[in-house]
């Protein structure tokens, strides 16, 4: 009898840790998510102002009583074998103003590869401010073996961002996106 109810103990405190679990595991997306926007960090999937062209005012005065400071990274994901980085590594710009800058990415193996650069953004309240006129990332780019380019971005942030925005940090993590040949046999 007293086994019995050992038994039953321990299967009703599993099937309450199990349902603890299922629970914790389905909170944490949005959990994961609210603590990421509280703290600035992006990892969302990327606001579309970062991966299509913008349509910008090019007669909007630039406002020189604003300075913010632009930072630039580039990542490789999973190992990718390119040389991939950015140029300069920060630019300081006005709002309204419209700024070039180039990465360079060098295909270092022995075969031609397209990748496919992605781009985050922090902090999150300046997605929408931060317009991308020219951009590779808006395309794959396709290099063969030990080939290299420049690639431009070219961009403009509006008046309207928070006054409380002084630095942005625009991440780019290139992707390989070469199509796989399927072998048969």
């Given amino acids: 009898m007293k086994a019995q109810r050992s038994h039953k103990r321990?299967?009703?405190?599993?099937?309450?840790?199990?349902?603890?679990?299922?629970?914790?595991?389905?909170?944490?997306?949005?959990i994961y998510s609210l603590l990421c926007k509280q703290i600035g960090i992006n990892t969302s999937v990327?606001?579309?102002n970062l991966i299509q062209p913008a349509k910008v005012d090019v007669n909007q005065p630039i406002d020189k009583t604003r300075r913010i400071?632009?930072?630039?990274?580039?990542?490789?994901?999973?190992?990718?074998?390119?040389?991939?980085?950015?140029?300069?590594?920060?630019?300081i710009v006005y709002?309204?103003?419209q700024y070039k800058?180039?990465?360079?990415?060098?295909n270092t193996t022995d075969h031609a590869m397209t990748v496919q650069a992605i781009p985050s953004m922090t902090p999150p309240e300046s997605l929408?401010?931060?317009h991308?006129?020219?951009?590779?990332?808006?395309?794959?780019?396709?290099?063969?073996?030990?080939e290299s380019k420049e690639m431009a971005l070219v961009f403009q942030i509006d008046k309207e961002i928070p006054k409380n925005v002084h630095v942005l940090t625009l991440a780019y993590t290139l992707f390989d996106a070469t199509p796989q040949i399927k072998k048969t046999g």
């Fill in 101 to 106: 800058v180039f990465f360079h990415a060098k």
């Fill in 132 to 146: 991308k006129i020219e951009c590779f990332c808006f395309t794959q780019q396709i290099l063969q073996a030990n």
């Fill in 69 to 91: 400071t632009v930072q630039f990274v580039a990542v490789n994901h999973n190992g990718l074998p390119w040389d991939f980085f950015p140029n300069t590594k920060r630019v």
């Fill in 10 to 30: 321990i299967i009703v405190y599993g099937g309450l840790a199990a349902i603890v679990m299922f629970g914790f595991c389905f909170a944490m997306v949005p």
């Fill in 95 to 97: 709002p309204g103003g």
């Fill in 46 to 48: 990327p606001d579309a």
């Fill in 128 to 130: 929408s401010h931060f």
